[in-house]
């Protein structure tokens, strides 16, 4: 008996009423303080930092919101073709929506990266740590934070300047900056990270990702064509093209070159040795994408896009040229009234589409009769309908309904294409060919036609095209100089912007979509493109609205962006 | 309600002996016929109508009139049995008497009926607290294995609803008192003293019973109360020589209601419907011409005629895919044996059950296995030294598909009903994106074992010198692992090429290699307390307070290990795959949380008249910042025995007992993460440069220093009582409930443009909440039927008070405040336009036609926008919900009928209004059904691909409904029969069903408890079983 009282009091004893067991720190997470105060930790921080740069891998890719394809739905990135976005729906076309809503918003996640690169600079001013690449990554945090601004002034004008953090309780009030700023504050960061960063890294080099100074002079050439086109340089100053031809001039001779091949330009893992690319998103097999389960079709268990929402466009086919240097049509008229007639010299054939086509056609887009991984693609329908090829939308919800597929980025022969594998060919942001076009554009708008003609023939040089004639001047080279972006750069996020900041979007964006229905009848078959989308482009549309909750939230001194009152 | 159960329940368990006792009686002869009469009367004189007066082991037997008389013919030497509910009953030898008056005893068992509540047990004369219990034996009548399914409907103020009926995943989502706040309202759950999990696995042969704490008595659960507390108390030993029990049951499911989706011609017709209106309507085309030409019609008539008629089911099939892959029933069984006795000094309790569950997929590797265990003991050491153990355990493996059941679902209810299932010649089809459920055993599985371990030492010493006064202590430790395997496999199925008439073989969507995740989780609760607990009377005054300390630790870990590219899977183990270091993962991660916390209770009532209640908790509970993790949470409580009152029991003879009480207290609710109060980074957010991952590092939320627990203040009023003599029995509670300091983040007042990484929650949130309780009872007996009947309702509405909300100026009908929690934001429909007048008069939003919905211009602004939405004031969690139980019992015959049900509950269900649309999924038949068409302009559903600004009130459908939910009838195998095959103890036969019969008032197309018709179905059970007991 005693015993077993001795052994109770034992236990209440050993068990008595400390305040101890209240005192568990985390063990699965770290403390802010760890963060500053371990070189590997503060590394790691500003590793994360890079995740603000949003690839265009996303279940919803940006060409849904332009004329690159058609976009089968109405809602997410389909409100923008439909002329329905607003201030209240625009928060579901954002990066850090599930589908990534084709990068369109980008408020959010841009404001919560300035302050994560805010506060790593604050730290960085007062840190006691001490070590080798500090610099560096000080420069590389300017890199991004210039990224984050020029993200937010092509989407919404001037935004204000943050350049601090706030905390909770702080007082804050804050006004949009004007555009000008805007780009002067872009400037003076890449200048700060052009000092301090090594020029670049081989696209094989175990650093390639990383910011580097002719990342910085890439950003600043795309920033500064911005800035002189037409949307943000009502008076044509010339100084302004002339600062954006100067920063193209800039990366000339950097040591990049165009790589050889346009197909595998972009469907190489991450790591294969590429010359042309300045900057890009890389992945690994463990952070890897899906592109082309997303946008293939049926026949490789793929989604069209998801909705079948990327097909690309009968608009983006017909702007190919002819092998012979000559576009298929010619347009008359603009937006919903638009016609196009056969273009004589180009030797088109209406009823063989795709034939001496410019190269970038089949390495851009699948069309019926196109070989690609070992299949031969069929999108064509009886004339009653009831038989059709493997590959048209009668076949599948998953083939889009244009018939076309996207064939850029997508895997060659030797990558199985599977839900399983994992996709590592990087997204691009800079790349020689784009700085090359930016160029040509400036040197164009300063009156140096015959510089601007040599560059657009370099990038159709790669592909075998001919050189653009002499004879192309004045707005017939100015449009075969918008065109050539639109052709090298489908897909690649441009065209929403270029055709905004150009001031086309009114006629551009306001053209119907068209497919393109194949009949065939025994052996014959007939092309008959299809109109498949009305679309509405307002002129507000040129920049996007900013949310209703968060001008609410920030008791609206930030006003809303022109037109979206 | 239960009382009675229980005196029902005792009767029963006397029959069989007291008709060994008759039959014994038989073999000495019968006597001589007499007349014999005379009055039975109550302790008080009272005469009793209603009586029974049984000749014992025969069917001859009457009733007392009003004046208490009886009359009955009888041989001289029988015995007669008289018996009343509420009464003991009573045996009497004639023995050659003729008249025979009889006073019959209250039943005291009754009286000392006791209630448990937290810490302890109260008698429930005396009991002041919203305290409601269910008695194990009531929850074995539900042939339902999952406990949570069975306590729906029975406890008023309890809400469980199950929205799920797959086996081992059909946890009902239980509420108590509904939605007290818009954080978590899981209510804690208290099984033998510690908060456990697995409430729904217990062995329901084990539980003694189930009592809830709804109001303020939470309280002495300090920071844990705040939802309602569930205890569970399990079975003890008892003392006498072993007696075995054993029951065997063997069930078929189904489910209660699978959906009618479209067939092949009506899917084709509805689907060449919405492509029209997608892209000809508005080209000026009509709808004849569009049929009549082939490049613009998308499903010909000749090849809907093929659809219909079967001549072509390769490329013209008409499959109904619920036919092909569901079965018409999967077997359920259950086996429990129990074996109870022991001594004066020492007496043991040791259980077993068993129960399998099979998937109601033909193609599905769907297993459901749990077994558990129970050995109680309780020993007296001395007269003042009483130690026990009670360790259970609960084994379960769930084997599943790996794909998650909503996705087969839809897979299944969503596929076209043009793609084939199965070709005539065998050969599985991909069906809807390659993702067949035919398919699902070729993809692997995804297999649990979970096997909780429980185990709980006490020990209670009453102090020698100290009249009334002991200590309880018990130590508890509770291991659980959790083994989580997952296989995913490639599958292939064959694909007919129209092009090339051959079955392609193709590669499913899923794996493209054999991948294996392994993962163990382990779970630890180390749970120690000690009370000190006084209880003693002095004269008329009772006295009873017990103070005690709780410590509470506990913990996780898992570890996870994942390869691919397994030579073969054959050998599903992880060293089977591959070694390549890009094929190999693994994780794992821990946490800790502990508590500590002083509490106590003070009771003291006079002539259990006056009672008057106080307890409370001082909790401290580590998710809080130091110098804050304490609170007080206090409860007070009154009541007053009014049929105690000399001056009630002679005003109101009729009333048996009759009660007010009153209780008020706070209790907290801390079910929120842990550190809030502490900035903290996280590892993840990689990046990759060159082409690996560089690690990274991200930060939680911005910390809150100030955080702490939601206060719920709670008050509680109530009447119950019962009258003749428990004929009828009542209880009445209304409660009124504040929740306070609700954890919401400011999320929608503080601009993104700051850049937080997450705002912290802060104790901001207010949400009121009142409603009401009533159960009702009645029982009898009328010549050899014994009866009775119960029902119960509670209704329970919110209001969130404060929710730091994006202000609405422009319509501030959209706000969440002044509405009840889970509210959502709808159009209002006003049917459909059905002509094209009313479509020109009437505000519409483009895209907008003929046979949409009419959506009413809420701020009559003229146009259709956001701010036409408001807020919808029922939710999908019912503010009324009912059970009504009843139960006869004729000779040897038993028979229970439970119905339940809920109102004021309403689900929108937007995969109903999906007909028609663009991506190729099926509809249901009764979203169809008298459509707008052009060739039914009258239409009362919208057309095909009906366009919609947002989700309206048309698909918000009124969920009420009542279903007969368990229904048992069982035999007593007669002793005669019994002892002739050599068992001297029970048989019982019987028969049961589980949600047997559902009406359901709008949602009729499928289960009304589910939101969505896109998931596992709650399941219709039917059983057969078998006690016996020796």
């Known amino acids: 008996m005693k015993k077993i009282i001795l052994l109770i009091t034992l236990i209440c004893a050993s068990y008595s009423c400390s305040d101890d067991i209240l005192e568990i720190t985390p063990i699965d997470q770290i403390s802010e303080a760890s963060v500053w105060s371990d070189v590997k930790l503060t590394t790691a921080y500003h590793t994360e930092m890079y995740n603000v740069l949003q690839h265009g891998f996303k279940i919803h890719m940006q060409s849904k919101a332009t004329d690159e394809a058609f976009n089968s739905i109405n809602w997410d990135i389909g409100l923008i073709p439909r002329g329905d976005l607003n201030a209240n729906n625009v928060g579901s076309v954002a990066n850090n929506h599930w589908t990534g809503g084709g990068n369109v918003y980008f408020w959010n996640t841009g404001f919560s990266y300035l302050r994560k690169i805010n506060l790593f600079l604050e730290k960085m001013e007062i840190t006691e740590l001490e070590f080798e690449n500090k610099d560096q990554l000080i420069g590389e945090a300017k890199f991004l934070r210039a990224f984050i601004y020029f993200e937010f002034i092509k989407r919404f004008g001037g935004v204000p300047i943050i350049d601090q953090t706030y905390n909770l309780g702080d007082e804050f009030s804050f006004t949009r900056n004007t555009f000008e700023e805007c780009v002067a504050f872009i400037e003076s960061n890449l200048n700060d990270a052009i000092m301090v960063l090594p020029d670049k890294y081989a696209s094989t080099d175990s650093n390639f990702g990383r910011a580097t100074a002719d990342a910085a002079k890439a950003l600043k050439s795309r920033t500064f064509l911005y800035a002189a086109s037409p949307l943000w340089n009502e008076s044509n100053d010339e100084a302004k093209w002339q600062k954006a031809a100067d920063a193209a001039e800039d990366l000339l001779d950097s040591g990049y070159s165009l790589h050889p091949d346009y197909e595998t330009l972009f469907n190489q893992p991450s790591g294969s040795a590429n010359n042309e690319l300045i900057f890009t998103r890389q992945f690994s097999t463990t952070n890897f994408h899906q592109a082309p389960m997303h946008n293939l079709g049926r026949r490789y268990g793929a989604y069209g896009g998801w909705w079948s929402s990327n097909g690309p466009s009968q608009n983006l086919v017909d702007d190919y040229d002819m092998i012979n240097g000559e576009p298929p049509f010619i347009y008359s008229g603009s937006g919903a009234n638009i016609s196009k007639t056969v273009n004589p010299e180009s030797g088109y054939d209406p009823q063989d589409p795709y034939a001496n086509r410019d190269p970038r056609l089949d390495a851009t887009v699948i069309h019926d009769e196109s070989e690609y991984h070992g299949d031969t693609f069929e999108m064509w329908v009886s004339p009653d309908g009831s038989t059709y090829g493997f590959d048209t939308y009668k076949q599948s919800s998953d083939n889009p309904r244009s018939n076309y597929q996207m064939r850029k980025f997508m895997p060659d022969a030797n990558t199985p294409i599977s839900w399983q594998e994992n996709y590592t060919n990087p997204w691009i942001f800079f790349r020689l060919g784009e700085i090359y076009l930016n160029y040509a554009e400036a040197k164009f708008e300063l009156g140096d036609e015959a510089t601007a003609r040599l560059y657009v023939s370099k990038v159709r040089n790669r592909v075998g095209m001919p050189d653009l004639p002499d004879t192309v001047t004045g707005e017939d080279l100015r449009k075969r100089i918008y065109n050539e972006r639109r052709i090298e750069l489908a897909f690649e996020e441009h065209r929403y912007w270029d055709v905004r900041r150009w001031e086309i979007a009114e006629d551009i964006e306001n053209r119907p979509i068209y497919g393109m229905d194949i009949i065939k009848d025994g052996d014959d078959k007939t092309y008959n493109p299809v109109l498949l989308l009305e679309r509405t482009f307002l002129p507000k549309m040129s920049l996007l609205p900013i949310e209703t909750n968060e001008l609410n939230r920030n008791n609206n001194s930030i006003s809303q962006t022109p037109g979206w009152e | 309600m239960q009382q009675k159960l229980k005196i029902f329940c005792t009767d029963l368990n006397r029959f069989p002996a007291v008709t060994m006792f008759i039959l014994l009686l038989g073999f000495s002869g019968y006597g001589q016929e007499i007349a014999l009469s005379g009055t039975v009367t109550d302790s008080d004189g009272m005469p009793l109508p209603g009586v029974n007066v049984i000749e014992l082991g025969t069917t001859n037997g009457v009733v007392t009139d009003f004046d208490g008389n009886y ?36 039943d005291q068992s009754q009286l000392d009926e006791v209630v448990v509540v937290g810490y302890g047990s109260q008698k429930k004369l005396t009991l002041t607290g919203s305290v409601v219990d269910v008695e194990g034996e009531e929850i074995t009548k539900s042939p339902n294995p999952n406990i949570t399914a069975s306590l729906q409907g029975r406890l008023p103020g309890l809400v469980a609803v199950q929205r799920s009926g797959e086996p081992g995943r059909d946890d009902a989502n239980i509420l108590i008192r509904g939605t007290g706040t818009t954080g978590d309202n899981a209510p804690l759950i208290i099984i033998d003293g510690v908060e456990r999990s697995s409430m729904g696995r217990l062995n329901p042969e084990d539980i003694e019973s189930v009592s809830v704490l709804k109001d303020a008595s939470a309280a002495i659960y300090g920071a844990r109360g705040g939802n309602g507390v569930i205890l569970i108390t399990t079975k003890k030993g008892k003392i006498g020589k072993p007696e075995f029990s054993v029951s065997y049951n063997s069930a078929f499911n189904s489910p209660t209601q699978v959906p009618d989706m479209l067939d092949a011609p009506t899917y084709a017709r509805v689907y060449n419907e919405g492509n029209y209106y997608r892209n000809y309507r508005d080209a000026g085309i009509s709808y004849d011409d569009y049929l009549a030409t082939p490049t613009q019609v998308f499903y010909s008539p000749e ?44 007496q043991y309790l040791l259980s077993f059950g068993a129960t399998t569950q099979d998937g109601n997929f033909k193609k599905m590797p769907s297993d459901y296995k749990q077994f558990n265990f129970r050995g109680k003991i309780d020993v007296d050491i001395n007269e003042n030294l009483s130690i026990g153990a009670n360790i259970s355990a609960i084994l379960t493996k769930r084997e599943y598909t790996n794909i998650p059941n909503d996705i087969n679902f839809v897979n299944l209810l969503q596929a076209s009903p043009l793609l084939v299932s199965r070709y005539p010649n065998g050969l599985i089809a991909p069906g809807r994106f390659g993702e067949n459920p035919l398919l699902l055993d070729q993809r692997g599985y995804n297999t649990t074992y979970d096997e909780p371990v429980y185990s709980s030492f ?27 395997k997952r296989l995913s496999l490639p599958y292939t199925y064959h694909e007919y090429n129209v092009n090339t008439q051959e079955y392609d073989l193709k590669q499913g969507t899923g794996a493209s290699t054999v991948e294996l995740w392994d993962r163990y989780t382990r779970y630890t609760t180390k749970l120690f307390n000690y009370r000190l607990t006084y209880d003693k009377t002095f004269g008329d005054h009772h006295v009873q307070a017990m103070v005690g300390q709780e410590t509470q630790e506990n913990t996780s870990s898992y570890a996870e290990a994942y390869r691919r590219n397994f030579v073969s899977p054959a050998i599903d183990q992880i060293n089977a795959g591959s070694t390549d270091p890009d094929d190999k993962n693994n994780s794992g991660n821990a946490t800790a949380t502990a508590r500590n916390n002083y509490l106590g209770r003070f009771n003291y009532d006079f002539k259990s008249k006056y009672l008057f209640e106080f307890l409370f908790r001082y909790e401290g509970s580590q998710n809080f910042p130091q110098g804050q993790r304490y609170g007080f949470f206090p409860s007070i409580q009154g009541g007053w025995v009014l049929s105690q009152e000399k001056f009630i029991k002679d005003a109101l003879p009729f009333v048996s007992n009759l009660k007010v009480r009153a209780t008020y207290g706070k209790v907290g609710n801390d079910r929120i993460a842990q550190y809030q109060y502490l900035q903290l980074f996280g590892l993840g957010g990689n990046y990759v440069f060159g082409s690996s991952d560089a690690p990274g590092v991200t930060s939680g939320v911005l910390p809150n220093p100030n955080v702490t627990w939601e206060v719920s203040t709670k008050t509680d009023f109530g009447l119950s009582g019962s009258l003749w003599d428990g004929l009828l029995g009542f209880d009445f509670t209304y409660f009124m409930e504040k929740r306070t300091d609700i954890l919401a983040t400011r999320n ?88 094209q007048e009313e479509l020109d008069a009437y505000p519409h939003q483009d895209g907008t036609g003929l046979g949409d919905i009419k959506i009413v211009d809420y701020d009559g602004d003229g146009d259709i926008d956001q701010d036409d939405q408001f807020r919808f004031d029922k939710t999908a969690t019912p503010e009324i919900v009912f059970g009504m139980n009843t139960n006869f019992e004729w000779r040897n015959l038993d028979l229970n009928l439970f119905f339940q049900g809920q109102t004021n509950v309403y689900t929108y269900d937007g995969d109903f209004a999906n007909l028609g649309n663009a991506d190729f999924t099926n509809g249901f038949v009764m979203r169809a059904e008298d459509r707008w068409t052009v060739d039914n302009p009258d239409g009362t559903m919208p057309r095909a691909d009906t366009f919609s600004p947002g989700a309206s009130t048309f698909f918000l459908y009124d969920a009420t409904f009542v279903r007969l939910k368990s229904m048992e009838l069982g035999w007593t195998v007669p002793e005669n029969l019994i002892s ?41 059970t039917i059983n057969l079983g078998v006690n016996v007991k020796f």
Do not use: C
């Open chain 2, 980 to 1020: 002739s095959v050599g068992l001297n103890n029970s048989v019982r036969f019987y028969a049961s069903g589980f949600n047997l019969l559902t009406w359901a008032k709008e949602r009729k197309w499928s289960d009304p408890e589910g939101t969505t018709a896109l998931v596992y179905p709650q399941l219709r």
């Open chain 2, 71 to 106: 009359q009955i013919s009888v041989p001289s030497d029988a015995v007669l049995q008289i018996s009343f509910i509420g009464f003991e009953t009573k045996e009497i030898e004639v023995d050659g008497q003729t008249t025979i008056s009889v006073t019959l005893q209250e």
């Open chain 2, 748 to 835: 929608l007042s503080i601009p993104s443009i700051v850049g937080f990484p997450g705002l912290p929650d802060e104790n901001i949130g207010k949400v009121d909440n009142h409603g009401y309780e009533i159960s009702l009872s009645h029982r009898n007996t009328v010549n050899e039927l014994n009866y009775s009947v119960s029902a119960n309702m509670g209704y329970v509405r919110s209001n969130v008070v404060f929710l730091d909300e994006t202000p609405n100026p422009n319509a501030p009908w959209k706000n969440v405040e002044g509405h009840p929690v889970g509210a959502g934001v709808y159009y209002q429909a006003d049917g459909i336009f059905n002509t």
């Open chain 2, 458 to 484: 006490t020990a209670t010493y009453k102090i020698p010198f100290v009249d009334g006064l002991r200590i309880d202590a018990s130590y508890n430790y509770d291991l659980s692992h959790v083994h989580q």
């Open chain 2, 303 to 346: 090849d809907i005629e093929k659809y219909r008629n079967g001549s072509n089911p390769v490329e013209f099939p008409n499959t109904d895919w619920i036919g092909d892959v569901m079965k018409d029933y999967s077997l359920q069984q259950r086996l429990t044996t129990q074996v109870t006795g022991g001594s004066e000094a020492v």
